[in-house]
């Protein structure tokens, strides 16, 4: 069902989505070709914003620190775990694995590092800062209008 709550989060974590796989696009090593990675982490943010935290506030569910913990770290992990399975793929279209069950198994490995090389200042800082104002404006929205 579309409501205005729902919708000002998905733009919201979708923009905050973007605004720090930009940021952290910087840490890249040099002649990293990235050009999918910010689109992917804001539509990744898009869907995490309409099925999370706009269903949690249009329910009721959760003041906005409940809200901003559930849009940052869903928006993270999930991150984590989709660039985690890609480089999976990548490496075993280059037959760095022995079998699919090994490419399976690294996944969770893979996302990890991938989590852990996030963990600078300024990406954090904006993933959080922007997933605390999407969230203290989606339920700014809910009470005024739903």
Not at 75 to 98: H, N, T
């Amino acid at each position: 069902m579309w409501t205005i709550g729902r919708l000002a989060a998905a733009l919201g974590l979708g923009g905050t989505g973007f605004l720090a796989a930009f940021l952290h696009m910087a840490t890249f090593e040099e002649g990293t070709a990235a050009p999918y990675f910010a689109p992917v982490v804001a539509a990744i943010g898009l869907a995490i914003g309409w099925k999370s935290v706009g269903m949690a506030a249009d329910k009721g569910h959760g003041g906005v620190l409940s809200l901003t913990v559930r849009g940052a770290v869903g928006l993270w992990v999930c991150a984590a775990i989709a660039f985690g399975m890609e480089e999976a793929f990548m490496r075993s279209i280059r037959m760095q694995y022995d079998g699919p069950f090994e490419a399976l198994t690294s996944v969770p490995f893979l996302a990890w590092e991938l989590f852990l090389t996030t963990l600078t200042p300024l990406p954090v800082a904006a993933l959080w800062g922007g997933a605390f104002l999407t969230a203290a404006v989606c339920a700014g929205i809910v009470r005024r209008y739903g």
